[in-house]
């Protein structure tokens, strides 16, 4: 899956000569909590709600309402932007985006191709990846197993399963306890709890978590 499958498009933008109460009402009619920041049709800058609601005074601050909307009105999104910003590309693979995302502490990347913004990818984008990847909206068993980490070792449980007459949703693989073992996450359809935890033991060595899901 690359980036340009799964991105917000076609992408908000604004003018760095917007002021930012205008800035901060358009993210919230749109509902977005950033935007790049475009000159001309080139990228220049990157801003979030938070970026614009930090350039208000405090609720401490003693000026008065009239000069705090004087304030205000004369400041503009290039005042606050991000100026250097990462972006990816549209065949960046989806993990390498939310590795730089997680990386660089940030929640959205904009999205070019050949030079040209035609999207972004925000942590909203990758939570509903996540949710699809672990079939999360769909009903089954979902099992968590502690397995020696072998070659050879998937295709054992995996053929377990369609052994025992199961069909298999999702599957995800994250690291065990130690560089020994892996926990495998599987969520299926034909086969109760039991009959799962039949076709699996010889090759599990702890069930984590066993349970039946319902449809979300």
């Not at 397995?147 to 050879?152: E, S």
């Not at 799962?196 to 449809?215: I, N, S, W």
């Amino acid at each position: 899956m690359l980036v340009g499958d799964r991105m917000s498009h076609p992408v908000i933008t604004i003018p760095p000569d917007m002021p930012v109460v205008d800035a901060l009402n358009l993210m919230r009619v749109e509902h977005v909590r950033r935007t790049p920041v475009v000159d001309n049709g080139k990228l220049v800058g990157i801003v979030s709600d938070k970026d614009l609601l930090n350039a208000s005074p405090s609720a401490a601050t003693t000026l008065s309402q009239w000069e705090i909307n004087y304030l205000l009105s004369k400041l503009e999104v290039k005042d606050v932007m991000t100026r250097d910003v990462i972006t990816v590309t549209t065949d960046t693979p989806i993990e390498e985006a939310a590795r730089i995302m997680a990386d660089n502490k940030i929640g959205g990347l904009p999205v070019l191709r050949d030079g040209k913004l035609v999207g972004i990818i925000t942590e909203t984008d990758l939570f509903k990846v996540l949710l699809e990847m672990m079939g999360a909206r769909v009903p089954g068993v979902r099992v968590s197993i502690l397995v020696p980490n072998v070659k050879g070792e998937l295709a054992q449980l995996t053929k377990a399963i369609s052994d025992a007459g199961g069909n298999i949703i999702s599957l995800g693989t994250f690291a065990g306890d130690d560089a020994s073992t892996a926990l495998i996450t599987i969520k299926l359809t034909g086969l109760s709890e039991e009959q799962v935890k039949e076709a699996l033991k010889p090759f599990v060595t702890e069930f984590e978590d066993v349970r039946t899901m319902p449809a979300a």
